[in-house]
């Protein structure tokens, strides 16, 4: 069972960059997919990137697509979110989450919440105009 949790977060600028981390412990970090996931006040959580246990597929949600990158570490256990060009609209509390083990199937990027078992508390992030 894979315990997560997420840093990084804090108040930035509109235009300005963040990146997020999330440390992963108790469990072979390599064998889940994980995604990154945000919650604005008052609204449903939702997808913003997901990638697969080997690191070699992505996929973003448009809102996020050519300014956050995703990418892990999977010698470091630590997963990241690098965001640029930040938008106010950006600000949302940010979760990490890890679907697995996987032992076949591990190229897949799920982008549903509901495909995800583990989470971390969150971390937020805000972006002033």
């Known amino acids: 069972q894979v315990q997560l949790v997420e840093s990084g977060g804090g108040l930035a600028q509109a235009g300005g960059s963040l990146r997020l981390s999330c440390a992963a412990s108790?469990?072979?970090?390599?064998?889940?997919?994980m995604g990154w996931f945000r919650q604005a006040p008052g609204k449903e959580r939702v997808f913003v990137a997901s990638?697969?246990?080997?690191?070699?597929?992505?996929v973003f949600a448009d809102s996020v697509k050519g300014r956050f990158t995703i990418s892990r570490d999977n010698a470091k256990n630590i997963l990241y979110l690098q965001m640029h060009s930040l938008r106010p609209e950006d600000t949302a509390v940010y979760f990490c989450?890890?679907?697995?083990?996987?032992?076949?199937?591990?190229?897949?990027?799920?982008?549903?919440?509901?495909?995800?078992?583990?989470w971390g508390q969150g971390t937020q992030v805000t972006v002033s105009s």
């Open positions: 990638i697969s246990c080997g690191g070699d597929k992505t």
């Open positions: 989450a890890a679907k697995g083990p996987l032992y076949s199937f591990r190229w897949q990027t799920p982008r549903s919440s509901s495909d995800y078992g583990y």
């Open positions: 108790g469990g072979s970090f390599g064998n889940y997919a």
